[in-house]
């Protein structure tokens, strides 16, 4: 009976350990940095790779579940036809946890402007103004992106 109320005393009294907030969020805030470099670096492999396996992506009315292939082809063929001027938060980012840190949204308010140029090498600039709710997953340590939700202007 002793060797009871002890195992219960320990297991009972032992509180798991809270996630590190701020950590996971100055995390969030990186891997938002990446993005931006990697839309000006044109890095189409690690846009996809960024991704959950399960990954969903609203856009335009649609609800998709695209493989890594599809999303590095469809990152390529864009990178291909623009340039960026801009690709910059509006407001900082808003980011929420669930409860264990194992998932997270976060919220984006953005300017993009693209350079882009028509058969005749006429240069145009496009800027639109998104809103975006990006759902993280944290996966055997990692952050990566499950799915987004986009809207703009």
Same mark, same amino acid.
């Given at each position: 009976?002793?060797?009871?109320? $002890? $195992?219960?005393?320990?297991?009972?009294? *032992? &509180?798991?350990?809270?996630?590190?907030?701020?950590?996971?969020?100055q995390e969030l805030i990186? $891997?938002?940095?990446?993005?931006?470099? +990697?839309?000006?670096?044109?890095?189409?492999?690690?846009?996809?790779?960024?991704?959950?396996? #399960?990954?969903?992506?609203? +856009?335009?009315?649609?609800?998709?579940?695209?493989?890594?292939?599809?999303?590095?082809?469809?990152?390529?063929?864009?990178?291909?036809?623009?340039?960026?001027?801009?690709?910059?938060?509006?407001?900082?980012?808003?980011?929420?946890? &669930? #409860? #264990?840190?194992?998932?997270?949204?976060?919220?984006?308010?953005?300017?993009?402007?693209?350079?882009? *140029?028509?058969?005749?090498? *006429?240069?145009? $600039?496009?800027?639109?103004?998104?809103?975006?709710? &990006?759902?993280?997953?944290?996966?055997?340590?990692?952050?990566?992106?499950?799915?987004? &939700?986009?809207?703009?202007?």
């Open positions: 009976m002793k060797k009871i109320i $002890l $195992l219960v005393l320990i297991y009972g009294c *032992h &509180s798991p350990t809270k996630p590190d907030l701020e950590k996971e969020k990186k $891997l938002d940095e990446q993005a931006r470099e +990697n839309h000006f670096s044109k890095n189409a492999k690690a846009m996809a790779e960024g991704f959950s396996p #399960d990954f969903i992506s609203i +856009n335009r009315g649609s609800v998709s579940k695209p493989t890594t292939d599809e999303s590095f082809q469809r990152f390529d063929n864009y990178f291909k036809r623009v340039e960026f001027v801009k690709w910059d938060n509006n407001k900082p980012p808003i980011i929420r946890f &669930s #409860d #264990d840190a194992s998932i997270a949204y976060v919220t984006v308010d953005k300017t993009v402007i693209l350079k882009t *140029h028509d058969q005749n090498q *006429h240069e145009t $600039l496009d800027t639109t103004y998104f809103a975006w709710l &990006s759902v993280f997953k944290k996966i055997n340590g990692k952050w990566v992106l499950d799915c987004i &939700s986009s809207t703009n202007k």
